[in-house]
Nanobody, 120 residues
């Protein structure tokens, strides 16, 4: 079993910062891509940022220059530093990892989500 566990959400004023963490537990795990998605009320889940094993990053246009994703491979952990938060950043943030167990198939594993609320 693979279990991404998020932490670091909360309530913050516009212009403030938060740091999200996601630790992925699992035996014999080989992680490929790790990323963050978010879902605002009444909207579809969307990619915020992801990062490959090689360190290549990809960001949604709306967060470029404000959010930074990073990972520690030896600990199967991914972080996202969120600065200059805006009310539009409010939502549930989910950690997703694209991984395989030993030589098994690659697949997505999702965390339970952490709430981020930005007050204007």
């Amino acid at each position: 079993q693979v279990h991404p566990v998020e932490s670091g959400g909360g309530l913050v004023q516009a212009g403030g910062s938060l740091r999200l963490s996601c630790a992925v537990a699992g035996s014999f795990l080989r992680i490929n891509v790790m990323g963050w998605y978010r879902q605002a009320p009444g909207k579809e889940r969307e990619l915020v940022a992801d990062i490959t094993t090689a360190g290549d990053t990809n960001y949604a246009e709306s967060v470029k220059g404000r959010f930074t994703i990073s990972r520690i491979d030896g600990k199967n952990t991914v972080y996202m530093q969120m600065n200059n938060l805006e009310a539009e950043d409010t939502g549930v943030y989910y950690c997703k990892t694209y991984a395989r167990i030993l030589q098994g198939p690659l697949r997505d594993y999702w965390g339970q989500g952490t709430q981020v609320t930005v007050s204007s």
